[in-house]
């Protein structure tokens, strides 16, 4: 049978336009000095209390955008969120602010927050990253970190209308461990105190001796955690097929779009996908300033007339690669930005799709000698390369799960903050700075046991982690090993399939459980997870400078796996120097739902494109002619 053209494969689920609001305000700064003179006097009135404070946010744009774009700049968060009501999303009204006599110096912090540094160790969300109701922040209410120009967002979704989605709220979800010593950098203890200082394993001259050495060892690690994994297979069966098993009702999607047969096969190919879909794409290698050679996917619509858009960069998390954001159809995110008009790059960290280094092949242990902070040391190199390449002086990041943490990592004090002026936005989806209780169970607390490198090389070894996974890659085939992927994550993580199209899921692990260095996931295990935050949470003063781009969050409230409120709750009391664009907190949404589920397309990421529309600079033109 003839193969029916691209063109008809293509239905355009995907185009959920944003309602625009209107220009309801007159630009008030038509006769005052350029926004980058204004000093941080200017931003103090932004936060005073009272509604008449938030009417006067609303006409105080950006320092990093002119003064034509008051009336989208400062639009509230709310207004957007009322005009989006065709995503058949739902809120209350937003109550009166009561408090008319706070200082203005006092609206960032309250009593609590300012009493002392205790307040963030101690069990603040015991029930709340699980609990809808969320004791700490009433529906569309002022938050309650005392920032008043900052509403938490709780749309509609699919999930509750299943109304039994299953909800377990975990003892003690967030908390910080006190017997981890105080996080300062070895050569200036004042340079970074907000960070936990991780040193990678060095292998000094990688010899023939040396090498022996390496590969009986690394036979060992490969025997062991084989073996392991092939028992976790079958717990993860067991428990998945468990009839005594409580599951989620399934949130229901649109019959057609999941009974549908597109005809795609089960590829790892981004190219396949984007060419299936009538997209062209574009692979690039971007040459780190440490000698890594990372893969980059460009994607665009080649009937579209005018060249290309704005450039938004797609990251994606751990055990994933690219291809996580074009597994979903034509309601892919990356598509459906491309779809509204940007030009999307969709990056991956080091390791995925074959990625070289200048000196190191993949079998030197040294080739996989890095953690998150080296993730965010190339991050820069990215978004440096991206805007070479088009030619614009800003890009947009959006960041799931780790592609948020090692941006949070890069943006902050003593990293690399000067990156934040080349960020016209930054969307964190899953912000993985506080780790969720699945990481403190079985068989993650086992891991947490090797706490010294050696023991921990000794089974996991020094090159990749878990390498059998893709010698299953190689020879199961693509549908099995689909779905025995998600088997194994939904064990080890608590996903559920009540977010998702059943006939996507092989398609979508197909891609998960790529290879990833095994000193990643050691900095895990003992820092991260041992110590409970990516950052000091103890440490009063703001992680972020004030080169920090406009902010949105997007998270979950039966995320397991990393938890978003604590965050929210920080950037509320401490984190005067970061704008916030949306804070978007979805009633039933797992960890990988804001970009796989039935609804996101309607519900996030409309959001992300107002971020990245609201924060865009308009005069951000390429400096140079570039080929389409």
């Known amino acids: 049978m003839a193969e029916r053209p691209v063109s008809n494969r293509r239905r355009n689920y995907a185009r959920g336009a944003v309602v625009e609001a209107a220009d309801a305000h007159e630009n008030p700064w038509s006769e005052t000095p350029a926004a980058s003179e204004r000093t941080a006097d200017v931003w103090s009135d932004t936060y005073t209390d009272g509604p008449s404070a938030y009417e006067e946010y609303a006409d105080v744009p950006s320092p990093r955008h002119s003064r034509d774009d008051v009336s989208t700049i400062g639009r509230p968060s709310h207004e957007f969120h009322d005009a989006y009501d065709t995503a058949d999303t739902a809120t209350d009204d937003v109550p009166a602010d009561e408090d008319d006599d706070v200082p203005a110096d006092e609206a960032l912090l309250d009593d609590d927050a300012r009493s002392d540094e205790a307040r963030h160790m101690t069990d603040l969300y015991a029930d709340d990253p699980v609990d809808g109701a969320g004791a700490a922040y009433a529906p569309r209410a002022y938050t309650g970190g005392g920032r008043k120009d900052v509403y938490i967002e709780r749309p509609h979704t699919r999930v509750q209308d299943s109304s039994r989605y299953h909800e377990t709220a975990p003892d003690e979800a967030y908390y910080y461990d006190e017997r981890y010593p105080e996080a300062a950098d070895d050569e200036d203890p004042d340079a970074f105190p907000a960070f936990f200082h991780h040193s990678v394993g060095t292998f000094g001259e ?31 069966f067991a428990s998945y097929f468990n009839p005594l098993r409580k599951s989620p009702p399934k949130a229901r999607c649109d019959p057609e779009f999941e009974r549908r047969i597109t005809g795609e096969r089960l590829s790892e190919r981004v190219e396949y996908y984007a060419a299936f879909w009538g997209y062209r794409c574009e692979e690039y290698e971007i040459t780190t300033r440490e000698g890594w050679i990372l893969k980059a996917h460009r994607i665009s619509d080649p009937r579209r007339p005018g060249g290309r858009g704005y450039p938004v960069i797609l990251q994606h998390g751990i055990l994933c690669n690219s291809l996580f954001f074009f597994t979903n159809e034509e309601r892919s995110l990356g598509f459906w930005l491309v779809d509204q008009g940007f030009d999307v790059w969709s990056t991956n960290i080091r390791s995925n799709f074959g990625a070289g280094h200048t000196r190191f092949s993949r079998w030197d242990p040294r080739f996989w000698a890095w953690s998150v902070m080296e993730l965010a040391y190339d991050l820069v190199d990215v978004v440096d390369f991206v805007l070479d390449t088009t030619g614009h002086k800003q890009v947009a990041y959006v960041g799931h799960s780790q592609g948020t943490g090692s941006m949070f990592l890069a943006l902050s004090h003593g990293k690399y903050p000067e990156l934040g002026h080349k960020l016209s936005s930054f969307t964190a989806l899953g912000p993985a700075v506080f780790p969720g209780p699945s990481l403190r169970r079985l068989p993650f607390r086992l891991m947490q046991l090797f706490q010294s490198r050696f023991a921990w090389s000794f089974v996991f070894g020094v090159r990749d982690f878990f390498p059998i996974i893709e010698v299953g890659r190689a020879v199961l085939p693509s549908f099995a090993f689909g779905h025995l992927a998600f088997l194994v994550f939904a064990y080890l993580f608590d996903f559920h399939d009540h977010n998702w199209v059943d006939r996507l899921k092989p398609k979508i692990f197909r891609a998960t459980g790529v290879s990833t ?85 309607k519900i996030v990421f409309p959001r992300i494109k107002d971020t990245i529309v609201r924060t865009m600079d308009p005069e951000d033109v390429p400096t140079k002619v570039l080929p389409d």
């Not at 040396?210 to 690394?218: G, K, N, S, T, V």
């Not at 406009?550 to 979950?556: E, F, K, M, N």
């Not at 949404?589 to 609804?599: F, N, R, S």
């Open 517 to 601: 260095s095994s000193e990643l996931l050691y900095f895990y295990m003992r820092s991260f997870v041992g110590r409970g935050c990516l950052f000091d949470p103890r440490v009063p003063t703001p992680w972020f400078p004030r080169a920090f781009p406009p902010l949105t969050i997007v998270y979950g409230t039966t995320d397991y796996l990393v938890l978003g409120k604590p965050l929210v709750d920080r950037l509320l009391r401490y984190e005067r120097n970061v704008e916030i664009v949306h804070i978007l907190e979805l009633q039933g949404y797992e960890h990988m739902d804001m970009v796989l589920g039935v609804d996101a397309f």
């Open 206 to 236: 990688y010899n023939l001796l040396a090498r022996l050495y390496l590969e009986m060892r690394q036979m060992l690690s490969f025997t062991l955690t084989s073996v392991s994994l092939l028992l976790l297979g079958n717990l993860a």
